[in-house]
């Protein structure tokens, strides 16, 4: 069935690094990508999104890369810093699925002080 | 804007009980997505719900679960004669319409069956 994975299981990183969270998907159709980050204890927070007409999108200390040739997409963070630690999710979806979300199984960032 | 409420935050039940998770969408919101996260995996889809109306319930398991999300008050999820696999987080999330992809979810419910 169609999936949404990600390639390693946990990324620790030395803080002010930049970090780079990887995601493969598979399903061709989907046009619509979405980075969340979840805390422990807490539900997925929205970080930033793009759509498969654009290849690269910027927010604050963020970057969401989309390969669509290879079905890969990338999340970069700048300078990271200790309240970046977390588990960080890709999700995806297309137009028509009424906005149901398939998500990865997430990757867990810890910043080293 | 309070966001999306969900009580309770936990909820211990007993093999065979029923258990009922609850959901308050942010205000103005009256679309519904609920979402299943077993420990250390993504959430995984269960239902879409309109004020009074199932959208999609291609995620939820055919028997013991349903969910509702009447004219007044929030989305309810219940789960009849819980088993252990049931224990698990269960979010919930809302949006102003039906394609509107990034919506906000609520902290969680989560669930123990013991």
């Known amino acids: 069935g169609e999936s949404v994975g990600l390639h390693l299981p946990t990324l620790s990183v030395q803080e002010g690094d930049n970090s780079i969270i990887n995601c493969a998907y598979s399903?061709?159709?989907?046009?619509?990508f979405i980075w969340y980050k979840q805390e422990s204890g807490k539900g997925p927070q929205f970080i930033i999104d793009i759509r498969s007409n654009m290849d690269k999108r910027q927010g604050q200390r963020v970057t969401v890369l989309l390969n669509k040739t290879v079905k890969h997409l990338s999340l970069q963070i700048a300078a990271t810093q200790p309240g970046d630690s977390a588990v960080y999710f890709c999700a995806e979806t297309y137009t028509g699925a009424n906005s149901k979300l398939t998500f990865g199984k997430g990757i867990t960032l810890s910043v080293r002080p | 804007n309070a966001g999306v409420m969900q009580n309770p935050r936990h909820l211990v039940r007993r093999r065979g009980q029923e258990a009922r998770l609850r959901c308050s969408p942010m205000k103005g919101h009256s679309h519904v997505y609920w979402y299943r996260q077993l420990p250390e995996e993504g959430l995984k889809f269960m239902v879409y719900?309109?004020?009074?109306?199932?959208?999609?319930e291609s995620g939820m398991p055919k028997e013991r679960f349903s969910a509702e999300f009447p004219k007044e008050g929030p989305s309810i999820l219940r789960i009849q004669q819980v088993v252990r696999g049931d224990s698990a987080a269960y979010f919930c999330?809302?949006?102003?319409?039906?394609?509107?992809?990034?919506?906000?979810f609520g902290s969680g419910t989560r669930l123990t069956v013991v």
């Open positions: 719900l309109q004020k009074e109306n199932i959208i999609d």
């Open positions: 999330a809302s949006s102003p319409g039906r394609e509107n992809y990034g919506y906000t």
């Open positions: 399903n061709s159709a989907s046009d619509y």
